[in-house]
C-alpha cells in the first residue's frame, strides 16, 4: 500500500491565484482530514470527511473548500490564495471503524507559499 | 474552546539524558495519541492511552495517561541523536468529535 499520498510536494502560488490540492489514500479508510501546520503552531484541522458525499468543517475552514466524491479521495481547493494561506498542508485519514480511538496516517505534506 | 497545551515547547538535552514532555488538556478526553514528527517530515503514530492511570512502554519511551484522564507525559530514557523531532500528543474530547492536537515539544539532540 501506498499509504495516503499528496501532490504537490511543493508549490507558490500568487495572491489571488486558486489551486487544489491533492490527496489520495488507498486504505480503503472512512475519514479523511486536512489539516495545515504552521511554524510552532501544531496542527490545526481545516475540514475532514466521514465518508463519501460527507464532509464538515474543522477549526480553520475559511478560504477553503473540500468535496469528497469517492472513498480515496479528497482534494483540497483554495480559491483566492492569500499570504496567511501560507502552511505546510498534510492529508490523514483513518479507518473510521470506531469513531474514538482512531489512528490517523499522515500524507508527506505539501509546502505552500503565497507569495 | 477545547484545549490540549504542551510543554515545554522546546527542550535541547545531551545525548544519554532524559527528556519529558507533558500534555494538559482543559476537559476530559476519551483518549489520548502521541505523534512524533521528524524535521522536514509528517507525523507518524506512536502510541495511544484509552484508560485512566494507564501507562504503556516503547523500549525506551513510556508514556502515560492521567487517573482524571486529563494529562498525559512523554518520557524518553537516556535519549539518543534518532529521537530528534517534534513529539504531538492529541485527544478526542469525545465519541464523534475532532482530534485535538497539541502544539508539540520540539526535541533536540547533542552527541
Known amino acids: 500500500n501506498a499509504g495516503v499520498t499528496q501532490t504537490p510536494k511543493f508549490r507558490i502560488l500568487k495572491i489571488g491565484q486558486s489551486m487544489t490540492l491533492q490527496c489520495a489514500q488507498d486504505m480503503n479508510h472512512n475519514y479523511m482530514y486536512w489539516y495545515r501546520q504552521d511554524p510552532g503552531m501544531g496542527l490545526k484541522l481545516i475540514y475532514y470527511?466521514?465518508?463519501?458525499?460527507?464532509?464538515d468543517k474543522g477549526e480553520v475552514p475559511n478560504g477553503y473548500n473540500v468535496s469528497r466524491s469517492t472513498t480515496e479521495d479528497f482534494p483540497l481547493r483554495l480559491e483566492l490564495a492569500a499570504p496567511s494561506q501560507t502552511s505546510v498542508y498534510f492529508c490523514?485519514?483513518?479507518?473510521?471503524?470506531?469513531?474514538?480511538?482512531?489512528?490517523?496516517?499522515f500524507g508527506p505534506g505539501t509546502r505552500l507559499l503565497v507569495l | 474552546g477545547q484545549q490540549v497545551m504542551q510543554i515545554p515547547q522546546y527542550q535541547h538535552v545531551q545525548e544519554g539524558e532524559d527528556f519529558t514532555t507533558y500534555c494538559n488538556s482543559s476537559t476530559t478526553l476519551s483518549n489520548i495519541q502521541w505523534y512524533k514528527q521528524r524535521p522536514g517530515g509528517h507525523p507518524v503514530f506512536l502510541i495511544q492511552l484509552v484508560k485512566s492511570g494507564e501507562v504503556k512502554k516503547q523500549k525506551r519511551l513510556t508514556f502515560q495517561f492521567g487517573e482524571a484522564k486529563k494529562n498525559s507525559s512523554l518520557h524518553i530514557t537516556a535519549t539518543q541523536t534518532t529521537d530528534v523531532g517534534t513529539y504531538f500528543c492529541a485527544g478526542h474530547r469525545q465519541a464523534g468529535t475532532a482530534l485535538i492536537f497539541g502544539k508539540g515539544t520540539t526535541l533536540s539532540v547533542s552527541s
Open positions: 470527511s466521514v465518508g463519501a458525499g460527507i464532509t
Open positions: 490523514a485519514s483513518s479507518r473510521g471503524d470506531r469513531v474514538v480511538e482512531e489512528t490517523q496516517y
